[in-house]
């Protein structure tokens, strides 16, 4: 580094070895049309998916586009609220507002009827309980609380069913972790 | 080098605020109808590129739900720029130049309603010694003109010129945000909003969309008529530091200008993404247009400036002319970054 020399008013002081600057911005989130049509719903404790005109697959939360076909999913499907536990992690590690006592159950959800699972929490079982292929339905919070957000849903508990066999939606395409088009099909599974 | 053109152009109407749709849901009919303009689907597109910012909207990774906008599963040959679309078409044209593909899809996006635009583009500053200062866009590009009028390249009698005649031609482009007639005389006795930029002088805050199609050589002229083939293209950059930079002129406007080949021709049309009415005019100057030269006939980012988009709206603009055989052979300007920090340039000809 090259050698600076300082006016002499300043030749003195500390150097400078870290700056904050704090940000901050605000926003208005727009959910758009696709997600305000299934949180609307979330509201009245419903869950509507949406299902793509062309490949018939229902997406849930919608976010307004198939990601097979680039097309908008126009049509709502109220969907069942149990599902099959499709992978799930458990969270041993405490973190700055964490909401959940660990250790607690995380996992991705394919509610019945749906083509790609939602993201809850577990709970009302021990976190060791927890399989892939497991059971499971929602536990809503009480009417005068429901609101458009998936917070609506407090978490899922298992139904005490038998466990289903889990056919990973896009397994036959590879999941998409680590994957890639020249693979065979069906080989990332 | 192959041959490389533009054979479909498409936006949306740029508004001041789409409340209803996201981002996606505003992508989806831009980019089926520049498919359809020419003749293609998405399994015709040999790579994606797009451009866009997430600060923008707020929302992290936003460009990556937006791409579920063209089908990307099973995985396509796909990019993404954090910058104005124009360089994800500079992107795009790199990738056809490699001769693996032949066609690509380029689209970008804005939705700048949802944040305070002036304060959100403050973030991309130097984040040590101006970014902690939040100079909001407006006062910087006030800033510049003060020190171009100051240096006797910009008046604000010209400035008005600029403004009047944006808004006027702008009255002829149905995707335009802010248009309107009103002499240059009149636009001085309003009052300074930022010294010494008054409100004519600024852009609008606007959320669109827009999208292009390259196709290399026979792919182009098998699927449009009229392609308007990219005969150079160039972009330049300037220090970060605004004080390391002469404000007042824009050496890499002229640089890439250069060596994209804009002076081998006549220019008959540019469209200068100049987003405050200044700017235009150091552009002009960098660019060495004269009075021969149709400038801004859509009205320019004076008409509608979404951000990340706006550049290659100009792109755009002059292809369509082109294509319709309005003009032979024209320019496209983009810039990106405070200031006319950063600069491309995109020639682009009709066929004799």
């Avoid at chain 2, 001085?188 to 609008?204: I, K, S």
Wanted: glycine share 8%.
């Amino acid at each position: 580094m090259a050698e600076l020399t300082l006016p002499a008013s300043i030749a003195g002081v500390e150097p400078v070895r870290s700056v904050r600057t704090p940000a901050h911005l605000d926003y208005q989130f727009t959910a758009g049309e696709a997600t305000s049509r299934f949180l609307r719903g979330i509201a009245e404790r419903r869950i509507l998916g949406e299902r793509c005109p062309v490949c018939e697959k229902v997406y849930v939360p919608p976010r307004g586009a198939c990601p097979t076909d680039g097309v908008p999913t126009a049509e709502q499907v109220e969907l069942p609220h149990e599902g099959t536990i499709t992978s799930f992690c458990v969270v041993n590690v405490a973190f700055y507002g964490q909401a959940m006592e660990i250790p607690y159950v995380s996992a991705l959800i394919l509610l019945d009827r749906s083509d790609l699972p939602i993201m809850h929490l577990i709970q009302e079982v021990a976190a060791d309980e927890v399989r892939v292929g497991m059971r499971v339905e929602a536990v809503w919070v009480p009417d005068d609380e429901l609101a458009p957000t998936l917070e609506s849903i407090r978490w899922f508990r298992p139904t005490g069913e038998a466990d289903v066999a889990v056919d990973m939606p896009g397994e036959g395409e590879g999941t998409g972790l680590g994957s890639w088009p020249e693979l065979s099909p069906g080989s990332g599974a | 080098m192959r041959d490389v053109a533009i054979i479909a152009f498409a936006q949306s109407e740029h508004r001041r605020r789409v409340d209803d749709r996201n981002e996606v849901e505003m992508l989806m009919p831009v980019v089926g109808e520049v498919l359809a303009s020419a003749g293609m689907t998405m399994d015709d597109v040999g790579f994606t590129c797009s451009g866009s910012t997430d600060y923008l909207a707020g929302v992290a990774f936003s460009f990556v739900m937006t791409l579920d906008g063209v089908g990307p599963w099973p995985p396509i040959q796909e990019s993404h720029v954090e910058m104005d679309g124009a360089w994800a078409l500079y992107e795009a044209w790199v990738k056809l130049q490699l001769g693996d593909v032949d066609t690509a899809l380029v689209y970008c996006y804005a939705k700048s309603s949802p944040g305070d635009l002036p304060m959100v583009m403050t973030r991309q500053l130097d984040p040590y010694s101006v970014a902690p200062l939040w100079p909001d866009a407006v006062s910087l590009a006030a800033l510049q003109t003060r020190a171009a009028i100051d240096a006797g390249r910009v008046t604000v009698e010209a400035m008005a010129e600029v403004a009047a005649r944006s808004r006027r031609d702008a009255m002829g482009n149905p995707k335009a945000q802010l248009a309107w007639d009103r002499p240059a005389a009149d636009l001085l006795a309003e009052p300074e909003t930022v010294a010494p930029l008054r409100r004519h002088d600024c852009p609008p805050i606007s959320d669109g969309v827009a999208a292009v199609v390259l196709a290399a050589a026979d792919a182009a002229r098998g699927r449009a008529s009229r392609p308007a083939w990219i005969r150079g293209i160039d972009h330049r950059v300037e220090p970060m530091a605004l004080g390391l930079r002469d404000l007042t002129d824009s050496p890499s406007t002229r640089l890439a200008a250069e060596r994209a080949g804009l002076h081998d021709g006549p220019v008959e049309v540019a469209e200068v993404h100049a987003p405050f009415t200044s700017q235009e005019l150091i552009l002009r100057a960098a660019l060495g247009l004269d009075g021969d030269t149709v400038v801004n006939p859509s009205g320019g980012a004076l008409a509608a400036n979404p951000m990340m988009t706006a550049g290659l709206v100009r792109i755009g603009e002059v292809a369509r002319r082109i294509s319709d055989g309005e003009h032979r052979r024209g320019v496209a300007h983009a810039t990106s970054g405070p200031c006319l920090q950063q600069n491309l340039v995109c020639v682009l000809e009709g066929d004799t």
